[in-house]
Nanobody, 128 residues
Framework: QVQLVESGGGLVQAGGSLRLSCAASGRTFSGYTMTWFRQAPGKEREFVGSVTWSAALTTYADSVKGRFTISRDNAKNTVYLQMNSLKPEDTAVYYC?????????????????????WGQGTQVTVSS
């Protein structure tokens, strides 16, 4: 049984930083894509960024590129989302998701519908 558990959310002022963690368990994730999504009140869930477990390739939404960084720690089976220069518009519930399947040249899997496993979410609030 795959489990994803997010942590690290909270309240931060604009311009500040947070690091979210996603602890993954239940199987080996080689060949998987691990992704962060977010959902603000009244909006659809949107893609933030992904990392491929095996090759650690990353891709990001334009809105966070240059500010957010995704990484993974094989030994800890954990994926991280380092968020810098936070803006009020980054306020949302952040979800970790996983799916079998990876990519190499062209990033794939940006739709929530393409993901099998989800965490419970962690709230990030950025005050102005």
């Amino acid at each position: 049984q795959v489990q994803l558990v997010e942590s690290g959310g909270g309240l931060v002022q604009a311009g500040g930083s947070l690091r979210l963690s996603c602890a993954a368990s239940g199987r080996t994730f080689s060949g998987y894509t691990m992704t962060w999504f977010r959902q603000a009140p009244g909006k659809e869930r949107e893609f933030v960024g992904s990392v491929t477990w095996s090759a650690a390739l990353t891709t990001y939404a334009d809105s966070v590129k240059g500010r957010f960084t995704i990484s993974r720690d094989n030994a800890k089976n954990t994926v991280y989302l380092q968020m810098n220069s936070l803006k009020p518009e980054d306020t949302a519930v952040y979800y970790c998701a996983a799916r079998d399947g990876s990519w190499y040249r062209t990033p794939r899997y940006r739709s929530p519908d393409e993901y099998t496993y989800w965490g419970q979410g962690t709230q990030v609030t950025v005050s102005s």
